[in-house]
DNA sequence: CTTATGCATTGATGTAGATCAACAGGTAAT
DNA sequence: ATTACCTGTTGATCTACATCAATGCATAAG
């Protein structure tokens, strides 16, 4: 468990490494994206200060995601440890009520209403990150968001 | 934490209600949903035997999924613990995986990919769903799903 | 047996969003 | 200042999937 500074740009894990390690964001902001066989890149996570980020894989296993950072950022890292603290347990928690609620977007709403949950979700978030990268995290092109947009 | 036994089409949680419940599968099938605002239902989960399934929102606030069984079911009933298990643990570790893959697949792949994933992932499951359950659960129309199929 | 209910299939048509392409402003590098 | 690059916007077209509607086929219920 040690600090590390990540700068803009910077990759700190790349899909098909082996890696077992948990980001906790201090400052700055980083994503998790998979890169599809057409090089188009599908976010799956943003991660302000004080989120947690990670490939939830087996440790041994390759994963799946790219992780690098959007903005300057100090990270601590963790070994994924089958130990984990009560903070760390509520964490795990809403993470995973994030993703729940992900997917019903996903799953039932038109790219408006993901738009809305997501400005909803992550006010903060939106003037931070380009706006393609949001279209990505949608499941939506960056022209569709645009003109979803044009109609506030 | 107790057991209990579950017919076929017996609703254990409604959306709405408050509930501070984790279900785990002995035997049978159960699903989460939710409820659209046209009564059309998205598929959240499903849980065969060894599975957890709960909707994860906070015990205090309303929950968002429908719980019912597929098929006659014996669960045992868990309270929210703040404190799980190393086991639970290493469960909780295994859902976060499939909800990655999962919106993975959302985000980036056809209707056809996600339906292969879905064989792969659940190869034992589809013969004891409907159709339109799995179409539910790809975010796809019965039709759309029944339309994939007939191209092997 | 007859009727009813639920699921899968098929066809016709509609539409949200993808794709392709051009263009405009902003910022960084030379 | 000039070039290059990146992001967002807008338009034209295409397509995957939704929607609507009808049909067949089971199994279950009278």
């Known amino acids: 468990m040690n600090t590390i500074e990540i700068r803009k740009g910077e990759i700190i894990q790349r899909s098909g490494e082996l890696n077992s390690k948990i980001y906790n964001v201090n400052t700055g902001l980083l994503r998790s994206y998979t890169i599809d066989d057409k090089g188009k890149e599908h976010i799956y996570q943003f991660a302000p200060e004080k989120w947690m980020i990670a490939d939830l894989g087996s440790p041994e ?42 997917i019903i977007m996903l799953i039932s709403a038109s790219a408006l209403d993901r738009y809305l949950h997501f400005i909803e979700t992550y006010p903060n978030i939106i003037e931070r990150v380009p706006q393609r990268m949001i279209a990505s995290y949608l499941g939506v092109t960056p022209e569709a968001l645009s003109r979803v947009r044009k109609n506030l």
Chains 1, 2 share one sequence.
């Not at 984990?84 to 509520?90: E, L, Q, Y």
């Open 61 to 102: 296993k390759p994963c799946q995601l790219f992780i690098d950072a959007i903005e300057d950022s100090s990270v601590t890292v963790f070994e994924k440890d089958p130990d984990i603290s009560p903070t760390d347990k509520i964490k795990l928690t809403n993470r995973m009520k994030v993703l729940q609620n992900r």
